[in-house]
């Protein structure tokens, strides 16, 4: 991932592809088009990159080496309401279908033109602009959780996290009822999981349910599912 500089004002453009010549040439072509851009060349490393580096729009190649293009649409959607151009080599109809059914704003047909793709993203920035709210906020029960401002709140009273904390929890409640495997969590909360093993989550999870005050683990709402990670309940779950 790299990102290059531009006016602080210019809007922020996730670029999500694998073709390493690509992602240099439309760079340039965005960069000239009063943009700045961070790339991104995988499917993990472009949903960290939303979290570090909260862009306003994301261009998102479909062909992608780690994870398909439409899972990484459907996280995306879990995470924010950021408006996502995708762009693809599939022209079959029923793709682009499912592509808008999972939440992409507009499609991309390569090949395209430079003036078609910075157009369309201009008009998606456009449209997005009115409607998007100053902080965008998750919220399940009696949490809050902003995602600008990086606070949270449960029940009312504000929950101090560390940053792996923070990000592992947002792992969790992006991902309701979902069992997430010890390297799905290192994926998804840790920027660089190389070199940090699975045991480190175990740990993690447990500051996590203390500074949440979610104790004993029974009563938690992240639940250890046996042999196989950890399941988040919502944080109105309560045991019966």
């Not at 592509?99 to 910075?118: C, H, I, M, R, W």
């Not at 990086?150 to 101090?160: K, M």
């Not at 104790?215 to 599912?225: F, L, M």
Request: charge should be positive; proline fraction near 8%.
């Amino acid at each position: 991932m790299r990102a290059r500089p531009a006016g602080p004002a210019a809007p922020l453009i996730l670029l999500v592809d694998d073709a390493e010549d690509l992602r240099t040439v439309l760079t340039g072509v965005l960069e000239a088009a009063g943009f700045r851009v961070v790339t991104a060349a995988s499917g993990r490393e472009a949903l960290r990159s939303v979290f570090a580096s909260r862009p306003d729009l994301v261009v998102l190649d479909l062909g992608l080496p780690d994870l398909d293009g439409l899972d990484v649409l459907t996280r995306i959607r879990d995470m924010t309401d950021l408006p996502v151009l995708v762009l693809t080599a599939r022209s079959v109809d029923r793709d682009k279908l499912k592509g808008f059914q999972l939440g992409a704003d507009d499609y991309v047909t390569k090949p395209f033109s430079n003036a078609e793709l910075t157009a369309r993203i201009s008009a998606l920035l456009r449209r997005a602009a009115p409607s998007r709210a100053p902080a965008s906020v998750l919220r399940d029960g009696p949490l809050v959780i902003d995602l600008q401002t990086q606070a949270v709140t449960l029940a009312g009273a504000p929950v101090a996290l560390t940053p792996t904390e923070w990000h592992l929890l947002i792992a969790f409640v992006t991902h309701p009822g979902q069992v997430l495997s010890r390297e799905q969590l290192l994926e998804l909360a840790w920027r660089d999981p190389l070199g940090i093993g699975p045991e480190r989550v175990k740990f993690a999870v447990q500051r996590l349910r203390r500074h949440m005050g979610w104790q004993p683990p029974q009563t938690s709402p992240i639940e250890s599912v046996r042999c196989f990670g950890y399941r988040y309940r919502g944080a109105g779950w309560r045991a019966n």
